[in-house]
């Protein structure tokens, strides 16, 4: 599989586009409980990697992203406090969810297995410790 910047302007627009759309579907997945952000953002930065690199720079150098978009590729995990905030930002939204809608109880289980197999996902994440010195900024436009 050929993992290099593509050259061809269509295939370039077409990768930029997919990676805007990951990107919104990653920031309406820090709202929504069932949406995940992290394969999202990790996807983005691929398709920016194929469709644009000065994209692709500019979203490795975010504040918001970069940090962890760098850990991921340095060390192939996150750290410690933002799984934690992870696994309880999903637990309160889930929460919330069900205590404040009226649910269907078989979707109420539904919803219930989901956020368990999201939350095992993100468990099963290599962890990284918060005092892991951080991951090299090597992203060059």
Do not use: N
């Amino acid at each position: 599989m050929d993992l290099r910047p593509v050259t061809d302007p269509i295939r370039s627009l077409l990768y930029v586009v997919g990676g805007w759309a990951c990107l919104v579907l990653a920031l309406a997945g820090a709202i929504l409980p069932l949406l995940p952000t992290t394969p999202f953002i990790l996807l983005a930065s691929w398709c920016f990697y194929r469709g644009s690199p000065r994209i692709h720079a500019w979203l490795h150098r975010s504040a918001w992203f970069g940090p962890t978009l760098d850990d991921w590729q340095h060390y192939h995990g996150i750290r410690r406090s933002l799984k934690y905030r992870a696994v309880l930002m999903v637990l309160a939204v889930v929460m919330a969810t069900l205590f404040y809608t009226a649910l269907p109880w078989y979707l109420q289980y539904l919803t219930i297995a989901l956020v368990a197999y999201g939350l095992y996902t993100i468990w099963t994440v290599p962890t990284l410790p918060d005092d892991a010195p951080r991951a090299p900024r090597v992203i060059d436009e």
